[in-house]
């Protein structure tokens, strides 16, 4: 099973809070990816370790960041492509607008965990 880490503060954007659903169900991945696949199960995990959850990608799209639909940015959290490409350069400094890129999607959240 393939792993994506996130920062934590993307908890309840993904596991949802408080009984409600998570809204955050696309990452944007610097370089092309192929061992992630449309179906395959997936543990997301925190950075520090501290919740994940596991969940079944539904879409796995390769592109530049230059090529990336609005649609991906935008659902990522990005107000506009530079936006987009700032944003990444925080975690991926060398990266131009012809790197590669893969845009996952994953549907529900069917198990969750955090440490207390």
């Known amino acids: 099973m393939e792993v994506l880490i996130m920062a934590p503060e993307h908890k309840a954007g993904i596991q949802g809070i408080n009984g ?6 696309v990452t944007i991945r610097n370089r092309h990816r192929p061992q992630f696949r449309v179906d395959d199960m997936i543990r997301i995990v925190s950075s ?3 919740w ?20 991906d940015f935008v659902d990522d959290g990005f107000i506009s492509r530079e936006d987009m490409i700032s944003g990444m350069k925080k975690y991926y400094p060398q990266i131009e607008p012809t790197s590669e890129v893969t845009v996952l999607r994953w549907g529900r959240i069917f198990m969750s965990w955090a440490k207390r």
């Open 20 to 25: 409600k659903v998570g809204t955050k169900k």
């Open 48 to 50: 520090d370790d501290s």
């Open 52 to 71: 994940g959850c596991a969940t079944i990608l539904t879409s796995v799209e390769f592109y530049t960041y230059a090529t990336i639909p609005e649609k």
